[in-house]
């Protein structure tokens, strides 16, 4: 990503510079979406800014147009703390997807998927800190499996909700692997 001049960066508000960041960020999701549609065949389409930062869905192989897969997708991004230490902020976040469920009624055979993203830290191991299992703590994930459960599925756990993404500051070569798929599709 291009370097914002310092000048131009000082006069940014704060919170603006961190929510285009986040913005940023977000969009390099799509990488890790296009290889689900194209190389794994996972998904057949995905949106932005539908119910969460993306949604993507897998349509049915014997019906036309029925849903059969729904994957919601919310992406954070810290450049100087892990997002899964905040408590707060993953509640929020899981109490989202939760606030969702009953918004996908009209697919009540659709499996229904989450995918809480964050960025990894080069300074920090996740793992090594707990922080999932800290993550796991509040309320959120309460709210998240009892809207599923009153759907009549399967309550998801922490670790099939929780995804890391790109480290902040992102590397080529952690870029590379992200895009390694492509060449697949495209050889030169």
């Given at each position: ?5 310092l000048d131009l ?14 913005y ?5 999701y799509?990488?890790r ?8 065949l ?18 049915s192989?014997?019906?036309p147009y029925?849903?059969?897969?729904i994957?919601?997708v919310?992406?954070?991004a ?6 899964l ?7 929020h976040?899981l ?10 009624q009209e ?6 998927e ?25 309320t959120g994930?309460?709210a998240l499996?009892?809207?599923m459960?009153a ?7 922490l670790?099939d909700?929780l ?12 870029l ?5 798929f ?5 050889p030169?």
């Open positions: 990503m291009a370097r914002i001049p960066a000082l006069s940014w508000n704060t919170h603006a510079r961190n929510a285009l960041f986040g940023d960020y977000q969009h390099l799509t990488i979406l296009i290889r689900e549609v194209l190389d794994e996972r998904y057949d389409a995905f949106a932005e800014e539908r119910l969460e930062d993306w949604i993507a869905w897998r349509y192989d014997a019906e029925a849903i059969r897969q994957l919601l919310q992406v954070k810290r450049s100087t703390s892990c997002y230490e905040d408590g707060a902020d993953v509640d976040a109490e989202r997807f939760a606030a969702a469920v009953p918004k996908l697919y009540p055979s659709a499996d229904l989450f995918r809480l993203v964050y960025n990894t830290l080069p300074t920090h191991t996740c793992v090594g800190e707990a922080c999932p299992d800290l993550a796991a703590t509040g994930l309460a499996q009892a809207a459960l759907r009549g599925a399967k309550a998801p756990a670790k909700v995804e890391p993404f790109l480290p902040l500051p992102i590397t080529p070569d952690s590379r692997s992200e895009l390694a492509l060449d697949r599709h495209n030169h």
